[in-house]
């Protein structure tokens, strides 16, 4: 199975030259340190800054610069810092070509549900409602199941939903996923995953076509 580096790993692979993207909290922020060298990206925060590069190395760290997380970043040459109204217009107006978030469950349909935690008191969905609503390109980052076992991949989705059928392609620690009209469409197996422990971690329709080839990382 793949730990968190290795889904921000795969993920990067659908990241394309010249895209401007969003990335969310959680392993989303991972993304950022494995983009090719060769191609230009410019990853965007709601928080207000584009052109984030990857963490930084321990000891250079700028607590002024950070993301939507609060996580401490670094800059690329040409990075631009704004304010929320400006980050959010741009998200808005659908100038972003790709959005990668984290979630508690997805469903078979695309619906995601990534805000509501149980039984923690949380002020709002925040940014994430702005992100579903505009993105035409929505990836998910995610555990394919939680610390009971439990899928997170379901028939429908049980916990307070952040968008409505937008999730395009989940990527997890045992799968690539895609979201089809028919439900998940299973893409690629993590290194030393079965198709049939897939199959036993997912509880939405799971279509299954020839052999299923393992990731390349």
């Given amino acids: 199975m793949l730990d968190k580096n290795g889904i921000a790993k795969r993920i990067a692979k659908e990241v394309k030259d010249g895209y ?6 959680g392993i989303p922020t991972l993304v950022a340190n494995f983009v090719r060298d060769d191609i230009e990206v410019e990853f965007q925060s709601e928080n207000g800054v584009l052109g984030m590069g990857p963490f930084p190395f321990e000891g250079e760290e700028d607590a002024d610069i950070i993301n939507a997380g609060k996580q401490t970043i670094t800059t690329l040459p040409g990075a631009s810092f704004f304010d929320s109204a400006m980050s959010f217009s741009m998200i808005r107006g659908q100038h972003v070509d790709l959005t990668i978030l984290g979630a508690m469950e997805v469903s078979e349909n695309g619906d995601i ?13 925040g940014g994430a409602m702005d992100l579903v609503a505009s993105a035409e390109n929505i990836i998910v980052a995610m555990m394919h199941t939680n610390r009971a076992g439990n899928s997170k991949l379901l028939k429908t989705c049980s916990l307070p939903l952040t968008g409505v059928a937008c999730v395009k392609k989940i990527v997890t620690n045992m799968a690539v996923v895609e979201v089809t009209d028919q439900g998940f469409k299973l893409l690629e197996r993590a290194p030393r995953v079965s198709v049939e422990d897939i199959i036993n971690a997912t509880e939405g329709e799971l279509i299954i076509e020839g052999e299923i080839p393992e990731m390349e990382l």
């Fill in 113 to 125: 549900a990534n805000w509501k935690i149980p039984g923690k008191m949380v002020k709002g969905m």
């Fill in 20 to 25: 401007y993207v969003n990335l969310g909290i």
